[in-house]
C-alpha cells in the first residue's frame, strides 16, 4: 500500500536534547511538509521541501532542522533550542491537485 | 496572502441531524479549497475538494460542500449526521499557480460532536 509513515508514535524528550521524527512516503511526491498541531491552534508549518536537496523554512521554524537527501525522506529533528517541544507533529506530502497526503502523526512529550 | 477563518470551534448535534461547519477564505487570486478530517490520534484525510467546475462538491462519508465565491465561503455539510463523524474537521486554500510554492493554509478547525 501506498503512504506516508511516521515514527515513532509517541518520543520522549529530555531536557537539552536533540531528538530525530522519522517521515518516509512511497508516493512518489516531490513537495512534503512538517507541521505541528497544538490543542485549538489547527496546523502550523514547520519546514517543507518541494524537491530534493532542497527545503525551505515556515511559519515556526526555530527550534528545528529538516534534511531531504532523499525523495522518499524528510526527517525533523526538534532541536534544544525548540522551548516548548510538547506538541504532534504531523508530517505530508503533496500529490496531484494540491492534495496533501498525512502520516499518523508523532507525539512528543518532555521529560 | 491566504487565510482560513473556520467559524465555529465546537459544534454539537445529536445523530441523524443535519449539520453545517461554517469556513470563510481570503486571497487575492484563484485558489483550490479542501475540508480534511481528523479522528483522535490520527492524521488528517481528505473529505472532498473543489478545483474548478461545479460549486458543488461531494465527499467522503455523505459529505458535500459548496463553493461561494461572491461570499468566499466552502462549508461544509451532511444531511443527517452518525456516531461516528465525531472529529476534527479542518477547511484549507490553496492559492494557484506556484507563488506560494505549493503551500497550503489550514483553519483552526471545527470538533463535530454528535450525541445519541
Known amino acids: 500500500d501506498g503512504g506516508i509513515t511516521q515514527s515513532p508514535k509517541y518520543l520522549f524528550r529530555k531536557e537539552g536534547q536533540n531528538v530525530t521524527l522519522s517521515c518516509e512516503q512511497n508516493l512518489n511526491h516531490d513537495a512534503m511538509y512538517w507541521y505541528r498541531q497544538d490543542p485549538g491552534q489547527g496546523l502550523r508549518l514547520i519546514y517543507y521541501?518541494?524537491?530534493?536537496?532542497?527545503?525551505q523554512k515556515g511559519d515556526i521554524a526555530e527550534g528545528y532542522s529538516v534534511s531531504r537527501e532523499k525523495k522518499e525522506s524528510f526527517p525533523l529533528t526538534v532541536t534544544s533550542a525548540q522551548k516548548n517541544p510538547t506538541a504532534f507533529y504531523l508530517c505530508?506530502?503533496?500529490?496531484?491537485?494540491?492534495?496533501?497526503?498525512f502520516g499518523p502523526g508523532t507525539r512528543l512529550l518532555v521529560l | 496572502a491566504q487565510s482560513v477563518t473556520q467559524l465555529d470551534s465546537q459544534v454539537p448535534v445529536f445523530e441523524e441531524a443535519p449539520v453545517e461547519l461554517r469556513c470563510n477564505y481570503s486571497s487575492s487570486v484563484s485558489v483550490y479549497l479542501f475540508w480534511y478530517v481528523q479522528y483522535p490520534n490520527q492524521g488528517l484525510q481528505l473529505l472532498l475538494k473543489y478545483l474548478s467546475g461545479s460549486t458543488l462538491v461531494k465527499g467522503i462519508n455523505g459529505f458535500e460542500a459548496e463553493f461561494n465565491k461572491s461570499q468566499t465561503s466552502f462549508h461544509l455539510r451532511k444531511p443527517s449526521v452518525h456516531i461516528s463523524d465525531t472529529a476534527e474537521y479542518f477547511c484549507?486554500?490553496?492559492?494557484?499557480?506556484?507563488?506560494?510554492?505549493?503551500?497550503?493554509?489550514f483553519g483552526d478547525g471545527t470538533t463535530l460532536t454528535v450525541k445519541p
Open positions: 505530508a506530502s503533496k500529490g496531484s491537485q494540491e492534495t496533501q497526503y
Open positions: 484549507a486554500v490553496s492559492e494557484w499557480g506556484n507563488t506560494n510554492a505549493g503551500k497550503s493554509t
Open positions: 521541501s518541494q524537491i530534493v536537496n532542497d527545503f
